[in-house]
């Protein structure tokens, strides 16, 4: 009786450590397409409850029919082979859905690729109450006992995922050893007269065979494809840097989107919203000091140095993106490196800047907690008198959907008295195509002392392209949400945006984030 009670426990333990890990890495399963935003966590936060419930009520029926250590084994099997299986769907899933859109396609995505496994996992606590409730009137300490031992389980994956799962194994790896496990333990309860020994054997085997061969082959993912330089997963999301030998770019994607872009041969940034941050110098020709929040792929403290001799403190909280970019685009350190978040290298007293550039995304989502009034003023502590505070941000710069940026300057003008905002990108539309918004805010007036036609001529180009589409529309932006830590909703201004952007490049680089 013991030796079954602790059976049942670690079944429970183990199942409720699933459902978490699963949870959690349910975002970074779909994300290479749908992102990391608010609708990804919702969708696959409702599946797992909705996929929990249907799992609970089918256990509660099977546990009142026939042996519900057979119907255990089969629903741990069955949500096995889902797993294993479910890399092979991953990329059919995501891009078939696609049509739906980013709310509707995350949930059906979601859905497709975990609501069976959570179902079965979720039928498990009702079998193992019905296994340990032998009396009436001990099913009430059986209920609560399995029920603390799967939540100790949850605990316990959770943590797991968060610490040292995701941040160290691929999406492919973990699907596969999660299969792994409840395979084991599938093979643990299945029971039959002169037989259990094999079949247990049988099932382990087969538990640990498919978990081998299915992560040495997501750990040899891509290998094939010779454009892929680098695929992984960081705490902080999927990462992808790949030769695109037809564009003739070097490319840094964060849960599927572009984050750094870069000409293959000379690694030099291409992108429009880092020269736009070039202007910096000419606002403030005498500036030698900058801070970088967000490297990415390090274009920046590179041009500073080379071109205007501005030294760059750098702060970047994933580690491994500074690693990508020191092999992979050739960045080197001109200042300081602060590997923790941005806002809190803002909050702390310390040396002032000339320049603080706000460049930090994660995948296509702004963090909110450096886009508040909080977040601004902090940066405004730590500028020197005069100095200028530079952010990259997406969205449309006109029309009915421009909340975000009015939102974001009339948060910016309850700090700074100066701001100015640039649409960057200068080859698209402001009012019908995301773009790249820079936003420049200072305490003193934001002109330019030094001519930028007078600068080098890849930026006197750019210039020229560029001078007449700073945005003057104070009054608009008087309209616009006051963005704070207690109320920032920056996520729901940025989705339509989002929305859009994330589909205009599905059929571009959307598919290299799954190879």
């Not at 949930?107 to 009396?135: N, S």
């Not at 801070?291 to 792929?297: A, P, R, T």
């Not at 092999?327 to 007293?349: C, H, I, N, Q, W």
Request: with cysteine.
């Amino acid at each position: 009786m013991q030796s079954g009670a602790a059976r049942d426990s670690a079944i429970a333990f183990l199942c409720g450590a699933a459902v978490l890990v699963l949870e959690i890495l349910g975002a970074r399963l779909i994300s290479p397409y749908y992102g990391a935003t608010v609708y990804v966590w919702s969708s696959v936060i409702t599946v797992t409850l909705a996929a929990l419930a249907l799992g609970y009520a089918a256990g509660g029926l099977l546990a009142d029919r026939g042996e519900p250590r057979a119907a255990l084994a089969a629903l741990l099997g069955a949500s096995s082979l889902w797993l294993f299986i479910a890399p092979f769907l991953r990329r059919a899933a995501l891009v078939k859905t696609a049509f739906l859109g980013i709310q509707c396609g995350a949930l059906a995505a979601a859905a497709v690729l975990l609501a069976a496994p959570l179902a079965c996992l979720g039928a498990v606590g009702p079998l193992l109450i019905r296994l340990r409730a032998t009396e009436l009137g001990r099913v009430g300490r059986a209920a609560g006992w399995v029920s603390a031992v799967s939540t100790a389980g949850s605990v316990a994956g959770a943590l797991a995922a968060g610490f040292w799962l995701i941040p160290n194994f691929s999406v492919s790896v973990l699907l596969r050893g999660v299969g792994a496990v409840l395979l084991a333990l599938a093979a643990f309860c299945w029971r039959l007269p002169g037989a259990s020994s094999r079949a247990a054997a049988a099932l382990l085997a087969l538990a640990l065979g498919l978990g081998g061969a299915g992560a040495w082959a997501s750990l040899h993912e891509g290998s094939a494809d010779a454009s892929i330089l680098y695929h992984g997963q960081s705490f902080y999301g999927d990462l992808l840097v790949l030769d695109a030998a037809d564009w003739g770019k070097r490319i840094l994607l964060v849960d599927g989107m572009p984050n750094t872009v870069a000409d293959m041969r000379t690694l030099e940034s291409t992108s429009d919203y880092i020269r736009s941050f070039e202007l910096l110098h000419f606002m403030r020709p005498q500036g030698r000091k900058a801070l970088l929040i967000g490297l990415g792929g390090g274009a920046l403290p590179t041009r500073f140095a080379r071109y205007y001799g501005i030294g760059t403190d750098v702060a970047e909280i994933d580690g491994r993106i500074v690693e990508l970019a020191a092999k992979y685009f050739a960045f080197k350190p001109t200042g300081r490196l602060f590997l923790e978040d941005g806002r809190r290298v803002l909050e702390r007293s310390g040396e002032l800047y000339d320049f603080i550039v706000l460049d930090a995304f994660n995948g296509d989502r702004h963090p909110l907690h450096l886009f508040s009034q909080e977040a601004f003023q902090a940066a405004g502590r730590r500028l020197e008198d005069g100095g200028v505070l530079a952010i990259n941000a997406i969205g449309y710069g006109l029309g009915p959907r421009c909340e975000l940026r009015r939102s974001v300057e009339r948060t910016l003008r309850s700090v700074f008295p100066c701001v100015r905002v640039l649409a960057a990108s200068s080859s698209l539309d402001p009012s019908a195509e995301p773009i790249n918004l820079t936003f420049f805010a200072s305490k003193e007036p934001l002109a330019f002392p030094l001519d930028p036609l007078k600068g080098r001529p890849a930026l006197a180009q750019y210039y020229r392209r560029i001078a007449g589409r700073f945005i003057e529309d104070p009054a608009s932006s008087a309209e616009g949400r006051l963005l704070t830590d207690d109320d920032n909703p920056l996520d729901t201004l940025s989705a339509a945006a989002g929305a859009q952007g994330r589909r205009q490049l599905m059929a571009q680089v959307g598919r290299w984030a799954l190879d």
